[in-house]
């Protein structure tokens, strides 16, 4: 009996090491593919260039170079080998100046057998100071899940503080938390994502400032009887601007009724743009001409804009709007702008007289914060310019404030019931 044990023991240890050897040969052989495929997908973007590879039996090294907008980052990898998965931690590499500044930043990625990873990224702290600017930064955390392919995943991340000051300014952001899924099906990238910012805030020279509180981003994609529809919704819970308070925002979109064939065709002549540039240094802007020039061929078909809200309030007044826009299919391949023609639509807004005199106080805070001026006056001035835009047909008077009202339909414009040709 303990001879056949003993002899159990000894396959299991000879499978382990065998399993353990071939792991370790097939994660060398992953992390060179998976290099070649960041530079596939984001080709021009960024470029992470392998620089060694140390394989061990149970434990490999290796240090990589990413290039970002012309930044250069070197980063070292420590690879430990299971059979059931593969644990990497990646900092950067030492004596660089980000590891002098970074020292505590770490990245933690799990790989299992099937290719799906999961990584961590933790920064409890940071303090930062070269004299004049002081950066602090407190408990960031980021976790992201990938499928094999890099197509299809999950993004959570959280940053409870970021404060950074300078001799008469302070910029301080608190409570971020970002949650964003993503995928890719049949060549149509889909996704659902939700940023929160608990506070924003920002001062200068003991003037009044801006503070944000409650700000909250959130988009989805939806995937309908082939075309795609995507929406975004950005709401705020108040906002201080130049001793100014505005509160209950909100500002909702959508885009509808983008051909999913075209979105696929777009999809792989961009695909096949990076794959051309792999390699090559090209300018950012020139990259972004051409990307734009490929996705404009969206358009093609028609696309819907709507504005289902818009809305904002203060202590005395509020501010709503809403509108629908309809662009025609164009073509843009002679690099011609659309004509009025194809556009159809409406757009209706709102608000009242003090929520007009608090706007026009903030922007004239904005042209000149070091200035100290009379509310009294900038009320009047503010009535005057209501006042103008009346006279212009721009706005048109209701009860309590000034109202737009615009349509458009083949070139046929209406505003505030006055018809005009565009």
């Not at 960031?140 to 991340?157: F, N």
């Not at 909100?250 to 051909?259: M, N, P, T, W």
Request: hydrophobic share 40%; glycine share 10%; net charge neutral.
């Amino acid at each position: 009996m303990r001879k056949i044990l003993s002899g159990l023991m000894i396959l299991m240890l000879v499978v382990l090491f065998a399993t353990t050897y071939l792991c370790s040969s097939k994660t060398e052989q992953v992390f060179k593919a998976q290099v070649e495929e960041l530079n596939n997908i984001y080709a021009g973007l960024l470029q992470v260039e392998l620089l060694d590879y140390q394989r061990g039996l149970f434990v490999s090294k290796a240090k990589t170079q990413l290039t970002l907008q012309q930044q250069v980052f070197p980063l070292q990898h420590q690879i430990r080998h299971f059979p059931w998965k593969v644990s990497m931690l990646t900092v950067f590499g030492e004596g660089s100046e980000q590891a002098t500044i970074m020292e505590k930043l770490q990245l933690h990625t799990d790989v299992t057998l099937d290719g799906n990873s999961q990584t961590h990224l933790v920064w409890p702290e940071v303090k930062f100071t070269d004299g004049k600017v002081e950066l602090q930064l407190q408990g960031l955390r980021l976790d992201c899940r990938l499928d094999g392919e890099l197509s299809a995943g999950e993004i959570v991340a959280r940053l409870d503080g970021l404060d950074i000051s300078e001799p008469g300014a302070r910029f301080a952001i608190s409570g971020i938390k970002l949650k964003s899924q993503f995928f890719d099906l049949q060549g149509v990238p889909r996704g659902a994502g939700e940023l929160m910012v608990g506070r924003l805030a920002g001062q200068a020279d003991g003037r009044p400032g801006f503070e944000l509180k409650d700000l909250t981003y959130r988009a989805d994609s939806r995937l309908e009887q082939e075309t795609l529809s995507s929406s975004l919704e950005l709401l705020l819970g108040e906002l201080k601007l130049g001793g100014e308070t505005f509160t209950d925002g909100r500002l909702q979109l959508k885009v509808g009724e983008l051909d999913v064939a075209t979105i696929r065709q777009v999809q792989a002549s961009v695909r096949q743009l990076q794959a051309e540039l792999i390699g090559q240094q090209i300018d950012p802007l020139i990259l972004q001409l051409q990307l734009l020039g490929l996705y404009s061929r969206l358009l093609e078909k028609g696309v819907t804009l709507s504005l289902p809200q818009l809305a904002l309030r203060t202590a005395e007044g509020r501010l709503q709007g809403s509108g629908r826009l309809t662009l025609q299919g164009i073509d843009l391949t002679g690099g011609s702008l659309p004509a009025f023609e194809q556009l159809t639509g409406s757009f209706q807004f709102e608000l009242d007289k003090p929520v007009f005199a608090a706007g026009f106080r903030a922007w004239n805070y904005l042209q000149n914060p070091q200035r100290k001026n009379n509310a009294t006056v900038l009320d009047e001035l503010a009535g005057q310019l209501a006042g103008g835009l009346v006279q212009k047909g721009i706005f048109s008077r209701n009860d309590g404030g000034y109202r737009l009202d615009f349509s458009i339909d083949r070139g046929e414009a209406v505003l505030n019931g006055n018809r005009f040709r565009l």
